[in-house]
């Protein structure tokens, strides 16, 4: 276990607390805000952030402690966004929970029968990076959005995030939530603390499994969770020189998926950006001691679990606008890196602009939500541009 002896077992505890505050604090908005969206009450919400909490902290800490390896997991913060974006899908919680579990069970599938995983990373980079980017776009635009309709909250947070993306960019996004925040508190008066329990409360919701809400929200949810959070956790792992095997990652972010789901929780996953802290030199020079880190993540991720029933009900108290507002200031990175990956190739990026462009309308068609359509569409557009012309068909024959 961790030896007391050495003097720099500090430092891997230090990465791992900067890790669970940065990885807590970057997106926690975002999940709540997605729940809602989707249907749940305040106290589902909370039960769900909770859920999502608890299990990607067992799962940090029991891989680390199995395999001595830096292994993280968080929730899925474009899965989160999803739910923002397909708040026209459905309005009914329990429909939304058995997308969820779907969701999960894919990725145990994906674990294990590899056969589908290498199906899904299939998936063409560019429509994929779009999808995603098209889910990110609206919620993007909402601080320029927040900034016109209540200047006196949003211009101080984007103002607080600016001056911390210049001088301490990893502490943007917890230093901006900390401003909304007081904004809230301020704004809101001392009626929304009537609603905090201090105890942790977790509600079973008993998942149905609607068609229409597992295409719509279900499906996406697996490919954004798998293309956006588990395919880069490996590639960040591996490019720090750790070789992790697929199936245990994969088969825990499943289970720990549908259990979450059964107490509203959305998905969970392996971590990309908080990886790179808890996995990288700044944590332990010896790489064999950085474990540790992702251990006192799990740690850290279970204590701010149980402040799910405080954090909800603050952002509950706020205005819709704001939340979502803070959350495009957290995204912002991901959005960037999605629109650079969409359009990188020449020759995709027609396909790719039509999938984010139909993904980002936001619209709903015989109740199926826009992220499927997107991927659709894109999927056909690139068909249709790789099918040989007739002159390209003479020159060939």
């Not at 502490?171 to 925040?181: D, G, I, L």
Request: positive net charge; aromatic residues 8%.
């Amino acid at each position: 276990m961790i030896s007391g002896g050495d003097t720099l077992i500090i430092q891997p505890i230090s990465a791992g607390i900067v890790s669970a505050i940065t990885g807590f604090a970057s997106s926690f908005v975002l999940v709540v805000a997605g729940l809602q969206a989707v249907g749940a009450t305040e106290r589902q919400a909370a039960s769900g952030l909770l859920a999502v909490c608890i299990i990607s902290g067992l799962c940090c800490i029991v891989l680390a402690l199995t395999f001595r390896l830096p292994i993280s997991f968080a929730w899925s913060t474009p899965g989160a966004a999803l739910l923002v974006a397909a708040a026209a899908t459905t309005d009914d919680f329990a429909a939304a929970t058995g997308a969820f579990l779907v969701c999960g069970a894919l990725i145990l599938l994906c674990g294990l029968w590899p056969a589908l995983g290498r199906a899904i990373t299939s998936i063409p980079r560019p429509l994929a990076s779009a999808m995603l980017a098209g889910i990110l776009f609206p919620i993007c635009v909402a601080p320029i959005t927040a900034a016109v309709e209540i200047p006196w909250l949003a211009l101080p947070v984007i103002v607080a995030w600016l001056i911390c993306f210049r001088f301490a960019p990893r502490w943007a996004v917890p230093v901006a939530m900390v401003v909304a925040a007081v904004g809230i508190g301020i704004t809101a008066g001392t009626d929304w603390l009537s609603r905090v329990s201090l105890v942790p409360q977790v509600e079973f919701v008993v998942p149905h499994f609607d068609p229409l809400v597992i295409v719509s929200l279900g499906l996406p949810l697996f490919i954004v969770t798998m293309a956006g959070q588990n395919v880069p956790g490996f590639a960040v792992m591996s490019t720090l020189g750790y070789t992790v095997p697929a199936r245990p990652p994969l088969v825990a972010s499943g289970v720990g998926t549908m259990v979450a789901s059964f107490f509203g929780g959305h998905a969970v996953n392996l971590s990309a950006i908080t990886a790179a802290i808890m996995a990288g030199p700044d944590s332990h020079p010896d790489r064999s001691k950085r474990w540790i880190a992702t251990v006192t993540n799990g740690i850290g991720f279970i204590v701010f679990g149980l402040a799910a029933g405080f954090a909800t009900a603050l952002i509950s108290a706020a205005p819709p606008i704001l939340i979502t507002a803070v959350a495009g200031l957290a995204l912002l990175g991901s959005l960037v890196t999605a629109v650079a990956a969409a359009i990188e190739v020449p020759a995709h990026r027609i396909p790719a602009i039509a999938t984010f462009l139909v993904t980002a309308s936001g619209i709903v068609v015989v109740s199926i939500g826009s992220a499927f359509w997107g991927l659709l569409v894109g999927g056909v557009v690139m068909a249709w541009s790789a099918f040989p012309r007739r002159r390209d068909r003479r020159a060939v024959g």
